[in-house]
């Protein structure tokens, strides 16, 4: 994250950190950088707006155009939820999938 930030040009460089850090991660660097007009951005699901969104990717899923199933590292049931969050922790999964009707 910080090499990341501190790579930017000044003036007009613009960093985006996505995804979810470690627990346990800090960003620290020299306040000066900010005054340098470097720009530290995040994204939470890339800014995904469900409503707007998720009607074009079902239709685009339904038409097997979109494939979903190849990011799938992982199947879980609900009762093994903690599982999910284990790879999750650990960086082992891409996507899991929780199923929440029956085993």
Avoid at 9 to 15: I, P, S
Avoid at 51 to 69: C, H, I, N, Q
Avoid at 84 to 93: Q, T
């Amino acid at each position: 994250m910080i090499q990341a930030f501190e790579s930017c040009h000044d003036g007009w460089g613009v960093a985006v950190l996505v995804g979810v850090p470690h627990s346990d991660a800090v960003f620290a660097t020299n306040p000066v950088n900010f005054l340098n007009e470097r720009t530290l951005k995040g994204t939470f699901f890339g800014n995904y707006k469900p409503r707007s969104d998720l009607p074009g990717l079902v239709e685009l899923y339904l038409a097997k155009k979109l494939e979903l199933e190849k990011f799938i590292t992982h199947e879980v049931s609900f009762a093994d939820i903690n599982k999910a969050f284990d790879y999750m922790i650990k960086g082992e999964s891409l996507r899991c999938v929780i199923n929440v009707i029956g085993n």
